[in-house]
């Protein structure tokens, strides 16, 4: 045992001494990292380049890199949306050098882009990911809303089939519908209730929106086919207040406010609301009417009558940031709701006269965040919700609708065969967790947990008192990737897997062989991908991803909406292999900046979710997995800035969905199908957006300005309806359309007071999207914003 004593003591003494020695050999580098207000800025990565030491600064700014061997480096101080800072150092052995970064923010300006470095924005559409990044700064004097923004960009298609509320189709890459998720800060926009769209939001609401197209980050959490759209809000603790209101056309209304204000105790409140409104009486052109006195059809012009909507919403937090047990803590509650009468159904041919839909829906989230939990690097944020959503479908009355406003008595309901009050409720719990974790500057981890769970209520009060049989689905997402940052940042790996688990309960639901029986059951799926990027050069880079994806069933799908759809037992998950490639390029020379980016994309998607006929009921219907579709695609954007005064932007998407269905359902491999590897119809397959701005700063008097924007929509012809039937000269086809919009907008006090004026479709083009549905043709618009901060 004394021999072990000594021996012990000897070995503990040698390891000592090697470590003493190893120390004399090496130094170190400690310092801190300010931002040019003289702010300590948190989690900025201090690296040395062509090697693995580095660290991250503390809620303080310090940092320590220790252990360094003793030589000449290059020292980097690197943050997500702060200029990069790079310093020579000579490191000795045995001693600790000091110094001290000050980063400075992305200059935004208030129209234009003055850029000194790359913006959030930018360095998002340099990642891995195929990914769209929009800074909403320069559409924040405009009356659009977010749907009209993303419209803009490439590889995206909005459908609207009217005017402002209506129903409309979310396309990215050709994939639409569920395909594509919602978010806003990452929690799903549904978590906010049905009433809460992209439609309906402003754009002052968002600071920046990002579109990823068929690969997901694991962050995300989602069961996305197509990709995902995040609105990414004001997350800075400043004190703001943003407040606009404009009004139109049609009798248009929005006003918007959102803002966050800071006690002396640290306490922060945040809130968020908005309101629209709307008569959507807009001209509906050429319309086919009975003339009594001539005895036949005429087409004349006629103003919708049926079509007012209204909206509102309001959010607010309250809690807690940079404390000791928490960097972030939040309570919050929102509501929101929605009034909408029906003008049409799916062509203009059906005109509605008193159908209505109202909903609402009320939340309360909470949301915590502790950066370097346990160990520096670990990061967790924690998000949980409860959400009572319900709405109501109206459809009493027994009368045919025309478009001058008369009617006619009928023998069924507007909508559907029998009369209807249709209640329909989906209260939700939501929960996710994020784990992040940097092991070094080099590598990284992350492991998101997503539950959610949906119940489905419907019943028609004219018909019941209550619904006898409820379902529920319970999703849960497991996702974890690995980051891995290579080659002095030059490249970086992305890897990662997804798992996909769904519980189905309900006591009874319709079978595929037309039987009731208990539906109840777990199911699980896996999926996996890949992101990279690699510079080239400084200013040229590739990139490429792809996703084994899925999209898990939807509750409307599974259990029906209790009036003119019933559930379906059998339906499979839709999945789809999704690949992207592309390449960027960025130029700066003095006071000019050019940017292009472009990519190619393939989707292969099968077991497509579709609502067909039920049996021989052609007023039932219910959700099937029907159809294949594959899609290849290229899309291209190039953009200028010079200074502030001139930015413009040009962009193309061409993409060929083909029906990948080589035989019908049920068919067992019969008789090929007449539409296989035809393409997809009414959609749109080439389409293209520019802009442009110009604007002076100081032009009417000291810190004005004065900005003028211009923006053209391009939707090439596209048909209707299946190219393999009927001749080329009677297919019905949706026309080319040009679409152009101007605002003019005056700024004072450096943006503190804004007005704008809009004319959108100022060519007073008619407007078509879904089965020619016409949207407004021209209209005028105003908006006021205060802005302080």
Known sequence: MRHLSNHFVFTVFFMLMAISANAQQTGAITGSVLSAAGQPLSDVAVTLKGTNKGAYTKKDGSYLVDQVPAGS?????????YTRQEQAVTVTAGKTITFRFTLAEESLSREGVTVTGKSQSRQL?????????????????????INSVLNRTTGVKVREQGGMGSEFNFSINGLSGRAVRFFIDGIPMEVMGSSMTLNNIPVNLAERVEIYKGVLPVSLGADALGGAVN???????????????????FNTHRAAVTGQVTGKSGIVARVSAFLNYSDNNYIMKAM???????????????????????????????GVMHKKWADAFFVGAGFSATDREIQTGSNQDNVYGAAMQNGHAFNTTLRYRKDHLFTEGLNLSVFAAHTEDKYTITDTTAYRYFWDGSRVPGNQA???????????????????????????????????????????????ELLTDKDHNPGRIGKHMVGLGYQQTLLDSRLTNTFFGKWYGMQLQQPEMLSGNGTYVAASGFKSYFGYGLASRFNILPVLGVKASYEKAYRLQEVGELFGNGYDQIGNANLKPESSNNVNAGAFLTLKKGQHRFYAEGNWYFRDAADFIYAVVYQSNSRVSRYENTSKVQINGVEGEIQYDFRDIFHTTVNVSYQQALNNTKYAPGTNGGTVEATYRNKIPNQPWLFGNALASLGRNNLLGKDTRLQ??????????????????????????????????????????????????????????????????????????????????
């Open 231 to 249: 609105l990414v809000t004001n997350q800075n603790i400043k004190n703001y207040l943003d407040a606009s209101y404009s009004f139109g056309s």
């Open 708 to 789: 003028l924007n211009w923006d053209m929509q391009y939707v090439h012809w596209f048909y209707l309806t299946w190219e393999a039937y009927g001749a080329a000269a009677t297919k019905n086809r949706v026309p080319n359309q040009y679409i152009q919009n101007l605002g003019l907008t005056y700024s004072l006090q450096n943006g503190k007071y804004n007005i704008s004026a809009e004319c959108r479709n100022f060519t007073d083009q008619r407007a078509y999207d879904n089965f020619r549905l016409q949207k407004p043709g021209r209209a005028y618009y105003v908006k006021l914003r205060y802005f302080i901060k």
């Open 288 to 318: 086919e009417l009975w003339d009594e006195d001539k005895q036949l059809y005429v087409k004349r012009d006629v103003r919708r009558f049926h079509d007012q909507y209204r909206s509102y919403m309001t959010q607010a937090e309250v």
């Open 125 to 145: 559409k340099e990642s891995g990911y195929a990914v769209n990044a929009i800074d909403t700064k320069r559409f924040a004097n405009t009356t659009s809303d």
């Open 414 to 460: 507007e909508m559907g065969p029998i009369k209807q009050r249709t209640h329909i409720s989906r209260p939700r719990n939501f929960a996710r967790a994020n784990f992040s974790y940097m092991l070094n500057p080099m590598h990284g981890f992350n492991l998101n947990y997503t539950f959610d769970q949906v119940t489905n209520k419907n019943y028609n």
């Open 73 to 81: 480096y290059t020292i980097v101080a690197s943050l997500l949306g």
